[in-house]
């Protein structure tokens, strides 16, 4: 124990005799100021649009944490990819409902449309992060069948509604009609 | 190279898979949310294999287009009809003999049903053709 005592005091001795304290102050001073700023600069706001987020989608429509995810075109309910799990998986806790509410979105990637399955967890209390409501191509109530303002928990074990997620089904022949 | 080229093939294949038919995509569309993929429905949602066994009763054919979830989606006559031909080929067993047109769908469809489920039972009932 000594040895190692007598060790790092050495250590800290030379670095004290080698480095002045205002010197090392400025310096670390420097990056913490210099490393908030950064992405304030429109370098870094121009680099965020160009990076691959999910799906080969650049930018917010990329990142399936936020609303503009392309994939949420037609979700109306909080994104379990805030709550604890992820856009294809349930929270810890949350059972998948086996109804769901079903949409196409268009892939600004490749220009395809989707067929979007929004299947809701269900199971504990409504997550109340990042509500989501974009509802494209949904209709009025006396649309019934392109209304999305359900409880789709309805089929599942239990009605507790948390969160939604944006399941991938298959590539759509044509975008839906309604839109 | 030739790694590349299997890789490639990989990333081919792992591409979401494009619905097969107008038919399959509006069964996805209209049906699947509460019928689900496979037709097996839910609690509340009756199964589409439960078809097969009306399948050989007279007013079967007219009933399937009649009930609220067919005739009242948002399709028109003719891909309604082409979506019927499919879905009975796939859960009643075998392809409606002979197959629904758009005019026989449209005719079905001004006739919606006041009481589905007692329409069924009313079917189930009935002997075979």
Redo the contacts between chains.
Sequence with gaps: MSRLDRWFEGMTRQTARRVSRRNWLSRFGGVLVGGAALPLLPVARAAEKHTLGEDGVKGREGDPTRCEYWRHCAIDGFLCSCCGGSHTACPPGTAMSPVTWIGTCRNPADGKDYIISYNDCCGKTFCGRCMCNRNEGERPLYHWYRNNDINWCGGAATQTYSCSTAVVVKVAKEAQPEK | MSRLLALTGFLLLAQ????E??E??DY???C???H??DGTG????PSLLAMRELSAKPGARQYWVQVPGAA???LSDARLAGLMNWLVARFAGKPPEPAYTAEEVGQLRGSPLRDPVARRNEIRRAASR
């Design positions: 979401p898979a494009s619905a038919s107008y399959e995509h996805l569309l209209n699947s949310g509460c689900r993929m839910s609690k509340t949602v009242q989606a948002p």
